[in-house]
């Protein structure tokens, strides 16, 4: 085969090229993306692709470009045409209410999928070429190094920011769009996380690339709602028909908050909020709930909850979130506490769940009984971010 023929992913028209230029495209390497305008003949420029039942005129939307024209070819003479891989149904990944459960299960047995490239396959290339922007402008551990891990075992590279608050343009006063516009010239996805809620949102607005939202302030967290419904039905063998106990800072919480929107997509299960009177969870979260008929309850109880439920799952009291409130946070922190004593009202088949850090809201006792399942979850986070990754970035 001659070597000025187009390998391609996308379907285009023939009588678009220009066989005179250089026209490059690469369907797994974004670092080939398209948005080089100068090295696409001025025929093509003013072309039109089919694409979705739908013609679109070149540069109506720098991200469908790069979600559907990623492809690299040389000194076209001749266009074969390629099945596309098949988009994932989200350009980014901002809050829980986006995924349905067929999305959800579909996530799940591509994380499944990733947990034996973790583990047989070391030197995977899925994501060779691609690289991933860490933007954080709040503290992480376990997020931000999931992430980063999950990008590398992929054979992708990493561009890091641990502190972006203050460590970054941010501490001189520019804004959040001018950062994300910024960035997204240096990188083909980004991971945000951010002290501010709805932050994500904005970012998405502004971006050109895929956004993923690894925490907006006390808004929504998904990627760790993903990863606590994938290890729930991992732990515990099914999604419907559970009782669930989100206990500790439920109103700050936006690892719950996210968690009991994914929740309420399956049937007959009932929702136990156990938290001190300050830290309650929100009224948005019940309303959402109850529109969608699904059963919760409030409950100053926790051994009674336990005694119920096939998932305990514990968050930090966040000082963090009180600003100079210290005393309401000294009135909610240590309150609830998962001990031995919770464990032995607990069914032997339910799990003791949290999204980490912990302080003192789990004794560490608890962790030798096999019914503490943080940790587990904590690996868990690192095959759904790279599902996450690799659907974003190059599809099914």
């Known amino acids: 085969m001659a070597s000025s023929t187009l390998f391609s992913n996308c379907s285009l028209k ?3 090229f220009n066989s005179n230029k250089e026209f490059k495209f690469n369907a797994l390497n974004p670092m080939n993306r398209l948005p080089v305008k100068a090295m696409l003949s001025f025929d093509f420029m003013n072309s039109r692709l089919l694409t979705d039942e739908k013609w679109l005129k070149w540069g109506q939307s720098e991200r469908f470009l790069r979600n559907r024209m990623q492809c690299h070819a040389v000194e076209v003479e001749k266009v074969l045409v390629y099945p596309m891989r098949k988009k994932f149904q989200l350009d980014d990944v901002i809050e829980a209410q986006q995924f349905d459960r067929e999305t959800l299960n579909a996530i799940f047995e591509v994380a499944k999928k990733m ?3 973790e583990k047989k396959s070391p030197g995977s290339q899925i994501l060779k070429g691609y690289l991933m922007a860490t933007l954080f402008y709040e503290p992480s551990t376990r997020t931000r190094l999931s992430f980063e891990s999950a990008m590398k075992r992929l054979g992708g590279e990493v561009l890091t920011t641990e502190n972006a608050r203050e460590f970054s343009s941010a501490a001189k006063g520019e804004t959040l769009e001018d950062t994300i516009r910024t960035v997204e010239g240096y990188s083909d ?3 945000m996380r951010h002290f501010e809620s709805g932050a994500a949102k904005r970012a998405a607005a502004t971006a050109g690339i895929p956004i993923i939202n690894a925490g907006d302030g006390p808004g929504q967290h998904p990627t760790q709602a993903l990863l606590d ?5 991992r732990e515990i063998g ?7 106990g989100l206990v500790g800072d439920l109103a700050n919480g936006r690892t719950v908050r996210s968690l009991s929107y994914l929740l309420a997509k399956y049937q007959d299960v009932k929702i136990y ?3 001190p009177d300050v830290v309650k969870m929100k009224d948005d979260i019940k309303e959402y709930l109850t529109s969608l008929d699904v059963k919760w309850e409030e409950s100053h109880d926790l051994m009674e909850v336990a005694s119920k439920c096939d998932v305990v799952y514990q968050t930090r009291i966040q000082r963090e979130r009180f600003g100079e409130r210290i ?4 009135e909610a922190r240590g309150k609830y506490i998962v001990d031995k004593n919770v464990l032995k009202v607990m069914q032997k088949h339910a799990v003791v769940m949290h999204p980490l850090p912990r302080l003192d809201e789990i004794t560490v006792e608890v962790d030798g009984d096999p019914r503490a399942a943080y940790f587990r979850q904590a690996k868990n986070g690192l095959y759904i971010r790279m599902a996450l990754l690799k659907l974003l970035l190059v599809g099914w």
């Open 115 to 117: 947990e034996k490239i």
């Open 189 to 191: 996805i980004i991971v």
């Open 14 to 16: 023939r009588e678009s």
């Open 229 to 233: 419904v994938y290890t729930i039905e």
């Open 238 to 244: 099914k999604l419907e028909g559970i009782k669930v």
């Open 273 to 275: 909020f156990v938290s």
């Open 327 to 330: 005393d309401l946070y000294e």
